[in-house]
């Protein structure tokens, strides 16, 4: 408390995050996403609040209604099973086999009109491997192909592979950006759960949707944090 006071860190930040976090966030993820030309602007396309898990309640609730369909991999968190469908979506599980990969025609066949989003845990926490970079094209081929599904990309435990700098973000696929929720936090990037931050990296009309969402429900993360 003292710290925050003697650094004027005890007001109300901003609703998507502090400032000079989200401008490190963008410092640090932009050379992720290499096929937008440009950094992340870090105002208008970083949100941040209280840890992944609030960043993916954020999505769902305004983004999708009851009765959207999304699919989840069987390897998931029921945690996050449980999220889906306490907002009322309709899971669907596709099958993983012990490395984490997946069948594209298992997946593709599960998609059906009320098809809403897909859901990644890439890294899976369960497995401990990352999605196959020609898995995550062939799932952004399917994603082009249908023109209301979007990815819900949980990124959260991408720094604990033995190669980090190598991680694929869903988000930077060709065509993907516009149709991605990257979701990140500091529980698996740097062993903080404590800290209870995590952000969104999405398209500048996501970013602002969420923004009005949770400054009614969460109204600003932590100015400290």
């Known amino acids: 408390m003292l710290f925050a006071a003697n650094n004027n860190l005890n007001q109300y930040t901003r609703y998507q995050g502090y400032p000079p976090l989200a401008q490190n966030i963008s410092r640090l993820f932009s050379p992720k996403y290499l096929s937008l030309n440009r950094?992340?602007?870090?105002?208008?396309?970083?949100?941040?609040?209280?840890g992944s898990t609030s960043v993916i309640s954020g999505i769902i609730w305004p983004?999708?209604?009851?009765?959207?369909?999304?699919l989840v991999f069987d390897n998931v968190s029921p945690k996050r099973k449980f999220m889906f469908a306490q907002r009322g979506l309709n899971v669907k599980t596709v099958r993983t086999k012990e490395d984490g990969s997946f069948d594209l025609e298992q997946l593709k066949s599960e998609i059906d009109s009320n098809t809403r989003a897909v859901y990644l845990d890439n890294p899976?926490?369960?497995?401990?491997?990352?999605?196959?970079?020609?898995?995550?094209?062939?799932?952004?081929?399917?994603v082009k192909s249908h023109e209301d599904l979007y990815v819900i990309s949980d990124e959260s435990h991408s720094c604990n592979l033995s190669n980090p700098q190598g991680h694929v973000s869903f988000g930077s696929l060709e065509g993907m950006w516009q149709r991605t929720f990257s979701v990140f936090g500091t529980t698996g990037l740097l062993g903080t759960p404590g800290l209870k931050v995590g952000w969104l990296i999405a398209d500048e009309n996501h970013v602002k949707d969420l923004a009005t969402f949770m400054s009614y429900n969460f109204f600003s993360t932590s100015t400290t944090g």
């Not at 983004?63 to 999304?70: E, H, L, N, R, Y």
């Not at 899976?124 to 081929?141: H, N, P, Q, R, Y």
């Open 63 to 70: 983004f999708f209604k009851k009765g959207d369909g999304i």
């Open 39 to 50: 950094p992340i602007d870090p105002l208008k396309e970083i949100i941040v609040a209280e």
């Open 124 to 142: 899976s926490i369960s497995v401990g491997e990352e999605i196959k970079a020609d898995l995550l094209t062939g799932l952004a081929d399917i």
